[in-house]
């Protein structure tokens, strides 16, 4: 079946520096892929749509200037939270929707997430 | 626009005993309606999905969930519990007025199995 990678599953960096993190389809091509965040026992809320070759679409109330989006290929998307700080701290899951082997284009798969720790 | 509501951020059951965790939906066209599992520091997996057809959707690990338009209600349930069913539940929503593909999840619903 389909695969989503995230590089990397964990990071810790210090505050004020940038990280960025890979969301990669493996065996299939995205043109769209979602990037989520999960708070502590939350539920995954939705920051953008990245669309390949196009500028990335932010939910409102997300700061784009602060969560950097690029979907350079169709396979790869990257996230890239810039001069992080500690409330940047969280789990970041991406998704990219199902488009072949008959399960519709509505089904997403989803990256293993990425853990963020700002120190 | 869609939104989805789980009753109930935890619910505890017995080993052996029937899960059922709700999932009320509001979607101004026909949704696409899905129920997702996490186990910690995990991602979701897809346990089962609705998108036409037979109401009754059967999928993984013996979860099944029925498809109620007339309750707008997507609720999820298992016959008997295990221990392994531990971990957090999603239900979620997509339809045609986000563009086709975007997702949106409820709150989630912890699952607790006691032995």
């Known amino acids: 079946g389909a695969v989503v990678s995230q590089h990397p599953s964990r990071v810790i960096c210090k505050s004020g520096t940038s990280v960025k993190i890979e969301c990669r389809s493996l065996?299939?091509?995205?043109?769209?892929m979602f990037w989520y965040r999960q708070f502590p026992k939350k539920s995954l809320m939705l920051m953008a749509t990245?669309?390949?070759?196009?500028?990335?679409?932010?939910e409102q109330g997300v700061e784009k200037d602060k969560f950097l989006i690029n979907h350079a290929s169709l396979t790869l998307s990257t996230l890239t939270v810039t001069s992080a700080h500690p409330e940047d701290s969280s789990f970041y899951i991406c998704?990219?929707?199902?488009?072949?082997?008959?399960?519709?284009?509505?089904?997403?798969?989803f990256g293993p997430g990425t853990r963020l720790t700002v120190t | 626009a869609q939104s989805v509501t789980q009753l109930g951020s935890h619910v505890s059951v017995s080993e052996g005993a029937l899960v059922l965790l709700r999932c009320n939906y509001s979607s101004s066209v026909p949704p696409y309606l899905f129920w997702y599992v996490q186990y910690p520091n995990q991602g979701l997996q897809l346990l089962l999905k609705?998108?036409?057809?037979?109401?009754l959707v059967k999928g993984i690990n013996g979860f099944e969930a029925e498809f109620k338009k007339s309750e707008t209600s997507f609720h999820l349930t298992k016959p008997s519990a295990h221990m392994s069913d531990a971990a957090e539940y999603f239900c979620a929503v997509s339809d045609l007025s986000t563009g086709g593909f975007k997702t949106i999840f409820g709150a989630g619903t912890r699952l607790f199995v006691k032995a």
């Open positions: 609705y998108t036409t057809g037979a109401t």
């Open positions: 990245s669309n390949e070759g196009s500028k990335a679409t932010y």
């Open positions: 065996d299939f091509q995205a043109t769209t």
């Open positions: 998704s990219a929707p199902g488009l072949a082997g008959g399960r519709g284009p509505y089904e997403q798969y």
